[in-house]
């Protein structure tokens, strides 16, 4: 069965530090992966997608199958990304999977 | 564009009773999904619709159902409420293209008492 694990429920880090949000997967498929975001009071929004291989808001993510994880990094944190992030998981081509979001605070 | 939108924003229900949530899809989209995101949760997946008819259905009980009109609006209706289906529920909206991208709407915040 299909899964996504994001283990942390909290991350809190400094502003510049780096941060890194951790999501895991189990599908027996190929996998695509998403990471969306949801700021205080704004609706769920695409942060970004793995085929893309895009950069957005200084934000990457690798799809790593051998580890079946797909993490969120960022070099340099700002106190804007302090957000709510889901990772999820697309199967039978068009139905998510979230896992349960991890809650970032950029600390000024 | 406004996006995807829903209605209503809050709604207090009573053990029992019958719900039903509305969406208006994104401008250009076709496909509506249903979402339930209880407190502390992600969203699961409930079902989608696509050209009137229910194309794919998550783990939900048939107390939950939905229609598609054809202006690609959708409504969710859940009936016999029960307290665990106080969430907030979020539509999506997308393309029929496979993977291609939801834009969810705001949610409606269901509280039953």
């Known amino acids: 069965a299909q899964r996504v694990t994001q283990p942390e429920k909290l991350l809190s880090v400094f502003k510049g530090a780096p941060v890194e949000l951790k999501c895991n997967y189990s599908?027996?498929?190929?996998?695509?992966l998403f990471w969306y975001v949801q700021y205080s009071r704004q609706r769920l929004q695409l942060l970004l997608r793995?085929?893309s291989r895009e950069s957005i808001k200084g934000f990457t993510a690798d799809l790593n199958k051998g580890e079946t994880s797909f993490h969120l990094k960022k070099p340099f944190a700002q106190e804007e990304d302090s957000a709510m992030y889901y990772c999820?998981?697309?199967?039978?081509?068009?139905?998510?999977?979230f896992g349960t979001g991890t809650s970032l605070t950029v600390i000024p | 564009d406004a996006g995807v939108t829903q209605s209503p924003t809050h709604l207090i229900k009573t053990r029992g009773q019958q719900v039903t949530l509305r969406c208006s899809p994104k401008s250009g989209h076709d496909t509506v999904s249903w979402y339930q995101q209880a407190l502390g949760q992600g969203p699961q997946f409930i079902f989608q619709y696509y050209e009137e008819e229910e194309r794919q259905r998550g783990n939900f009980p048939d107390r939950f159902s939905g229609h598609q009109f054809p202006n690609y609006s959708s409504e969710l209706n859940v009936n016999a409420l029960l307290l665990g289906d106080s969430a907030l529920y979020l539509c999506?909206?997308?393309?029929?293209?496979?993977?291609?991208?939801?834009?969810f709407g705001s949610g409606t915040r269901l509280t039953v008492v």
């Open positions: 999820a998981l697309i199967f039978r081509g068009n139905q998510f999977y």
């Open positions: 999506a909206s997308s393309r029929a293209e496979p993977n291609y991208g939801y834009t």
């Open positions: 599908y027996s498929g190929s996998p695509e």
């Open positions: 793995h085929i």
